[in-house]
């Protein structure tokens, strides 16, 4: 499994690079899967993803206690290295800076899927960027 870069650190496009077949034959992945976010009426801002989830659970590996945030920061996870090969990954939205104020609420939409190739991401995050898309699917 590893994570590649679909457009910026908004867009990771996971995928294997062969296909997990049992035959002598290998088979090039090129489909994966991918993960956007946004804050509700800031589409055209994606969040960043978290793919890394050591950087989320620390050495936790039964990943039920989030031990990385417990040294780090959101704001510094982000702008830190991540690695994403050869290992489970993940995908956590970050905000790296928020207030919400007593009464306040945030929403913020992610979308998961699978596409035939990383170049399909871009587009799909045009779509779901656009006004409306949300209101748009749930109905």
């Given at each position: ?11 990771p496009f ?42 989320v659970f ?82």
């Open positions: 499994m590893g994570v590649y870069n679909a457009g910026g650190d908004s867009m996971f995928r294997l690079s062969t296909e997990p077949s049992d035959t002598a034959a290998v088979v090039i992945e090129e489909a994966g899967h991918f993960c956007l976010s946004y804050i509700e009426n800031e589409e055209d801002q994606f969040l960043p993803i978290v793919y890394d989830t050591s950087k620390g050495q936790d590996s039964s990943l039920m206690r989030p031990v990385g945030l417990y040294v780090s920061s959101v704001k510094s996870i982000v702008e830190g290295e991540q690695y994403g090969f050869a290992k489970t990954s993940s995908a956590f939205a970050a905000v790296k800076d928020v207030v919400i104020h007593p009464g306040q609420s945030m929403t913020i939409t992610t979308f998961y899927g699978r596409v035939n190739a990383i170049t399909d991401v871009p587009v799909i995050a045009r779509r779901v960027a656009q006004s409306g898309f949300v209101r748009y699917k749930l109905s």
